[in-house]
């Protein structure tokens, strides 16, 4: 059974920081594009941040850009996000994702995985 499951999500003051954790399991995610995706109470689920297998082909949201870097250890099968500067707009419910097709994944299709969410809660 194929898992993702999230971690290091938490309550955390405005200019704090944070690091989520995703770590695969249940097969092999060989060649697998890897991210997060974000929904916030009342909007749609967003993308974050992108990796390729290779860490060559990385995206960010223009919202977090220069505050957000998403990372990935291939042989821990694990997928991280640094956050960095958090912002009460960043409050939402992270989700890792994984699939097969870059180009699709960044565009919110194609996903093939969706882990199970966890929550970022900033105050202000």
């Known amino acids: 059974q194929v898992q993702l499951v999230e971690s290091g999500g938490g309550l955390v003051q405005a200019g704090g920081s944070l690091r989520l954790s995703c770590a695969a399991s249940g097969r092999t995610f060989s060649g697998y594009v890897m991210g997060w995706f974000r929904q916030a109470p009342g909007k749609e689920r967003e993308l974050v941040a992108a990796?390729?297998?290779?860490?060559?082909?990385?995206s960010h949201a223009d919202s977090v850009k220069g505050r957000f870097t998403i990372s990935r250890d291939n042989a821990k099968n694990t997928v991280y996000l640094q956050m960095n500067s958090l912002k009460p707009e960043d409050t939402a419910v992270y989700y890792c994702?994984?699939?097969?097709?870059?180009?699709?994944?960044?565009?919110?299709?194609?996903?093939?995985?969706w882990g199970k969410g966890t929550l970022v809660t900033v105050s202000s």
């Open positions: 994702a994984a699939g097969v097709s870059y180009q699709n994944f960044i565009y919110s299709k194609g996903v093939d995985y």
């Open positions: 990796i390729n297998w290779g860490s060559i082909l990385k």
